[in-house]
C-alpha cells in the first residue's frame, strides 16, 4: 500500500555544495528538504526537494536502479539543489552492492507504485523517469510497456512474454537515459565467456577462445586483439548466447509441463555470465573495441563548450583478470524464469562489435533492453554518454532507434560510468573538469525548457 508518510529533515547547503559551486552562489546557498518514504513492501524511497520550492519543482524525477541501492544517488541531491523535487527509491531486490537475481516484472510494479506516488504529491505536474545504468533497462521498460500496453511486450518475438499484471501502467511524461548501458539482456550477452567448455562449471576454458591467454594477444597493461581472434570470439559468443537461451527455455517448458524439480521455477545458473562490469568481456580490456561513435553529435567539454564531432572514449584498459572460474564474481545466479525475464536477448549469425558500435543483437526480442524499448516510447527523451567509461556507446544505438519526436543525445567529456571526473584517463590534471557539476547542469538544462512537458500525461 502507498503511504504519504514523510519525515523531513532540512540538509544544510554546505554540506552538499556543488563542487566549483561559487561562494554565495544560488546552489550553495539552497537547502534541500529530505523525507524517507515508504512506497510498497520492500520499496523504501527517498524524497527530496527544495526547501523553498521554486517553478522547476513541478518537475519530479523517478531514479531507480535495477538491483543497486540508489537512496543517496547523486542525482537526488544534485538535482533537488537545481530546484527539482527527486525520488530516489530501491525496488526489493536492491541490496547493498550488487544483486543479479532480481525479476524485471515485479519492479515494474513498483516503479508504478512510485509514479503513483508523486503523482498523488502537491506541486508537481510532470514525473520524468532516470535511467543510469542497468536502471535504463527497468526505466525504458516501464516507460515502453505503460505507452505501448501488455500486447507490445507479449509480442511473439519476444523470448518471455509479460504478464496481464503489468496492464495499465501510469505513464511518465519524459524519459532520461544518463549513461545507461545496452540492458541487463545486452550486457549478459556481453559478459558471457565463450572460453567455456561446460555449462556445469567455470573451471575448464578453451585457451583458443581465452581473452586472457597472451597467445591470443592479453596484455595486462591492455590488450588489442586481432581482427580474427575477436570475430572468432564473438562468433563463440554469441552462439553460446543462445545455446543458454535454449537451455532455459527448455527448462521453462519442463517447469510448465509438470517435470521440473519444482512447480514454480528452478535454479539456473550460468557460468562466466555475470553481467557484472568486472566481467565484462573484451572491449573493457581493449579500448580500440567499442572506442567510438559513428555519427558526430555534442560533445560537452570542461568549460560548458560543446563541439559537434565523433566522440571518443577516454577510457583506459580494465578487467585483467578471467572471472570465469569464480562462482561469487563470474557466474550468473539466477532461476529460469528470471534468466529468460531479465537476461535474454537473441543475437543473429553476424553478431559482433568493432571500433563504432555492435551488430547482430535482436533488440526488441527482450524488453530487458533499451535499444528495444525506446521504439515504443513517444515522450521526449534525453540520452547522455560518459566518455570515461565503455557503456557511453549505447547512447548512440539508443538514440538512433528511439521513436520519440522529441529527443537529444550529448557526451560528457572525461566522465565516468558514475558521472564523476575520470582522473585516470585526463592528459593532464584538471582536463575534464568538475564532470559531475557538467552532468548535472546539461541535465538541468534539458529539464528546463518550459515546453517540454506542456501537457501533464494521464
Known amino acids: ?270 557460468p562466466g555470465a555475470i553481467l557484472l562490469g568486472s566481467n565484462n568481456k573484451l572491449f573493457s580490456q581493449d579500448v580500440s573495441l567499442m572506442a567510438h561513435t559513428r555519427q558526430a553529435w555534442p560533445l560537452v567539454h570542461a568549460d560548458g563548450s560543446i563541439t559537434n564531432q565523433i566522440v571518443h572514449t577516454v577510457r583506459v584498459p580494465e578487467n585483467q583478470r578471467n572471472q570465469s572460474p569464480s562462482f561469487l564474481r563470474g557466474a550468473l545466479k539466477t532461476s529460469v524464469r528470471n534468466f529468460l525475464n531479465s537476461y535474454a536477448i537473441r543475437t543473429t549469425p553476424d553478431f559482433g562489435y568493432g571500433a563504432d558500435g555492435v551488430q547482430g543483437i535482436e533488440w526488441t526480442s527482450s524488453y530487458a533492453s533499451p535499444p528495444g524499448n525506446v521504439q515504443g516510447v513517444s515522450r521526449p527523451l534525453l540520452v547522455l554518454g560518459m566518455t570515461g567509461h565503455w557503456e557511453f556507446l549505447a547512447g548512440e544505438t539508443i538514440y538512433n532507434l528511439a521513436k520519440s519526436r522529441d529527443k537529444s543525445l550529448a557526451f560528457i567529456e572525461g566522465a565516468t560510468h558514475l558521472y564523476t571526473t575520470c582522473t585516470k584517463c585526463e592528459p593532464r590534471p584538471g582536463a575534464f573538469g568538475d564532470t559531475l557539476k557538467t552532468t548535472y547542469d546539461t541535465i538541468d538544462g534539458w529539464l528546463a525548457r518550459s515546453d517540454r512537458f506542456a501537457t501533464k500525461a494521464p
Open 1 to 270: 500500500m502507498l503511504s504519504s508518510l514523510k519525515r523531513f529533515s532540512v540538509i544544510a547547503a554546505p554540506a552538499l555544495a556543488l563542487i566549483g559551486s561559487q561562494p554565495g552562489s544560488a546552489q550553495e546557498s539552497a537547502a534541500i528538504r529530505t523525507g524517507f518514504v515508504h512506497i510498497a513492501a520492500g520499496v523504501p524511497g527517498a524524497y527530496y526537494e527544495p526547501a523553498t520550492p521554486g517553478p522547476k519543482a513541478g518537475t519530479a524525477v523517478l531514479i531507480m536502479h535495477s538491483s543497486a541501492d540508489y537512496l543517496s544517488f547523486s542525482g537526488c541531491s544534485e538535482l533537488s539543489k537545481r530546484g527539482y523535487r527527486v525520488l530516489c527509491a530501491n525496488n526489493s531486490t536492491s541490496k547493498s552492492g550488487v544483486s543479479n537475481d532480481g525479476a524485471l516484472d515485479q519492479v515494474l510494479l513498483e516503479i508504478k507504485a512510485a509514479v503513483t506516488w508523486l503523482r498523488q504529491q502537491p506541486g508537481i505536474h510532470h514525473v520524468v523517469l532516470l535511467g543510469h545504468s542497468g536502471g535504463g533497462t527497468i526505466m525504458s521498460a516501464y516507460q515502453y510497456i505503460a505507452e505501448s500496453g501488455v500486447k507490445a511486450c507479449q509480442a511473439p518475438e519476444k523470448i518471455w512474454k509479460c504478464p496481464d499484471t503489468l496492464a495499465g501502467l501510469p505513464a511518465a511524461d519524459g524519459l532520461m537515459l544518463v549513461d545507461s548501458n545496452w540492458g541487463l539482456a545486452a550486457m549478459t550477452l556481453f559478459s558471457i565467456d565463450p572460453a567455456v567448455k561446460d555449462e556445469s562449471g567455470g573451471m575448464a576454458l578453451d585457451p583458443s577462445l581465452d581473452m586472457y591467454n597472451p597467445a591470443n594477444g592479453f596484455r595486462p597493461a591492455g590488450s588489442t586483439y586481432t581482427a580474427a581472434f575477436t570475430r572468432t570470439f564473438l562468433q563463440a559468443e554469441g552462439h553460446r548466447n543462445n545455446a543458454v537461451i535454449a537451455r532455459a527455455l527448455t527448462a521453462q517448458a519442463a517447469i510448465e509441463a509438470g517435470q521440473g524439480p519444482y512447480a514454480d521455477d528452478a535454479s539456473f545458473v550460468v
